[in-house]
Every structure is written in C-alpha cells, then in structure tokens.
C-alpha cells in the first residue's frame, strides 16, 4: 500500500510529507520510503497558532479558523506529496494533525487535541484519511503519547544491546527496545521548545531557531540558570509521562530567568541547549542503553549533539539517517505505518509504552472520493519493522 504520513510537531514550523510502499508479509512490516517534502506554515497561520496555544487565551472562533487553516494546509502537503512523490498514487493518508493541547495533570492525561480537519485532506487527495491517532489510546487510559514507540521497538529490538531510540522535536522523548521485558517510552521534557522560545525572546522574532547552535556554541553554560531550570519536578516523574509546551512554554523560561542580572543571549541559549542535554542523558542513563538512535529536528542542531555526546559520556549517539531512516522524516514515516496498521485492523500502540490499558487499534477514518473498501483485516501478528531501499 502506497502512504503519505503528514506531520507536524511542538515546533509547529512546517508540516513534514513523507511517502512509503508498505507492505506486511510474515508478521514483518516492509516499508520503502520513497521521500520527503516539507511544507512550511505561512506566516499569517502560523502566527494565529503561536498565538493560541497556551498559557495564551483563546475562543472558539479562533479554534474553528485553526482547524480549516490547518486542515488546508495539511491538505497542501499531501496534494504535494502524491505528485512528486507518489507520482498520483497514493492510496492512504495518515495526518497526525497539529497537537494544540495535550491535557496532563497528576500524571494522567485527560484529553488531548489534535487541529486539522481531515476532510480538507480527503476532499483536495481522494483518498481515505486516517487522524486523531492519540485520542484513542488517552480513552484507554494512556498517556497518548509517545506514538512512536510502536515503530521504534518493531524497528530496533532486534538490534544488539538496549538500544534506545530518541526523538528531538519541540520535545523529546525516548523508547528503549528492552533486550529483556517490557520496552519503555516516554517524553524527557525539552528539546526544542525553549530553545526556540529564548531564541525568538533575543531576536524580537528575526530567527525561530538557533540555526547551526550558532548561539549556543558562543555562549556559556550559566550554572545557577541550569540548577533552577532543572528543578522542575516534571524530571522526576516516574514513566510512562508526557508533556508539551502546555509546560514548557515563554512564560516559564521568562520566570526563571527572573531574579538573575542580565545574561548574554548567547549564555541562555547555551544553557538551555545544555538543559535538553542533560535532562535527555539523565533519562536515558538508568535504561542502560549501549546506543542512542536519535531523529527529529534538534539533529542538525551542532552544538545540542556535541552537548549529548558530552553528557551521554561515553554511549554511542548516532542518528536515525546512519540506520538508513531519515531524522527528519522519522516521524511522518511512522505515522504512515500507524495508518497501514489502522486500515489493516491492526494495533498500533504498545500497552507498557502509553500506560494504557491494552493496545488499541488507533485514529478515526474519513472515507475519499471513492467507495470505502478495507483491506481485510490482516492475521498476522506484527513482530518486526524494516527499512528498505529500492
């Protein structure tokens, strides 16, 4: 089966459009990825989103314009995607959507929301569209996230040694393989988001990004700043956890940075870069992992891997592109699986990952311009995931 999976993260800078053959034989997912398009927000969307998220108030007026901008432009990547991509053959769409909030409180989730409508997708492709994946997990009892995890431990599990795949979007988060028992996943708090969020604070909004860690690399690692930002009690939380910019967010960069005289730009950045560092490193120690595969945006970020690789002391870290997966498309590559798997009547959520209580079938599904026909339900246990090149 031919798929687009669409993306877009806690960044909210573009939407990813990754393209794969998928094809399940044996109980062995084959996927064959056929590339990549980004598709960037335009300024005037993204800046009503930027604008809604919280700690920011909004109504529900601006929730409705939100959710058909977004869903055209969703609908955009696709339309892109199956042109170049898929040469105007593509039988499925699996749109993560855009995460505006995601509802944790005492450990639990309790709700989480997704904009985009779907049907903008199926009108503009044809195609059948599968979205809102995470709610179902959350009904559950799962923490909704992180969604990944099925796809990293089908795809690394059988790697040597523990094996931990990492993520750095606007947040980060891990999935450990296991050689023995149960995998585990969870978000280990920041990756981007601060960063991104002091960078946009210093420039008055002339860079969303620290491009290169050209910040990072000429500034220097403020002690006190670092110790007050990991206080938050949030690390210390037990897995399986989740977060979002519902915590890490502006505001509260702006209230630890009060009290301090003022610091050099440079110096922020670079202890915030340090901060995604160390709070990953920390989270990732105790599961005695003898590699680190990350992916995600923070990857092309210099100064955040060196700061990885420093506090990592020791324990490979290589990228996801080294394995032959793209780190920039990992994720759209993974929810185009969680969409086959759906279609197929297939789970695509592991239990001991989300703290859910058993592993569900997941999204809700928007027929095309076409009769609806599934597959047959597969009755193939899924047991292992491989990349393959044509």
Known sequence: MRV????????????????????????????????????????????????????????????????TGIGQAFAAAAVRADRQLCGGKAQLIASHGQTVYHWAEDGRVHGTLQLGQPAWIAEATGCPVVSDFRPRDVAAGGQGAPLVSLVDVLWLRGRPGVPVALNLGGIANVTVAGASGDPVAFDTGPANALIDAAVVEVTRGRAAYDEDGALAAAGRVHAPLLERLLS????????????????????????????FEALAPEDVVATLTRLTARTVADAVRPLGATEVVASGGGTRNPALMAALRAELAGTPLRTSDELGVPAAAKEAYAFAVLGFLTVHGLVGTVPACTGARGARVLGSLTPGNRPLRLPPPSDHLVNSLIFTHR
């Open 4 to 67: 687009v999976g669409l993306m877009s993260g806690t960044s909210y800078d573009a939407i990813d459009a990754a393209a794969a053959d998928i094809v399940l034989k044996d109980g062995t997912l084959a996927v064959t990825p056929l590339g990549m398009i980004g598709e960037r927000y335009d300024e005037a969307l993204r800046a009503a989103l930027a604008g809604a998220l919280p700690p920011a108030a909004t109504t529900l007026a601006q929730v409705c314009r939100l959710d």
């Open 232 to 259: 938050e009690p949030y690390y210390r939380l037990p897995p399986p956890k989740t977060t979002g910019k519902e915590l890490f967010h502006a505001g509260r960069l702006r209230a630890a940075l009060s009290g």
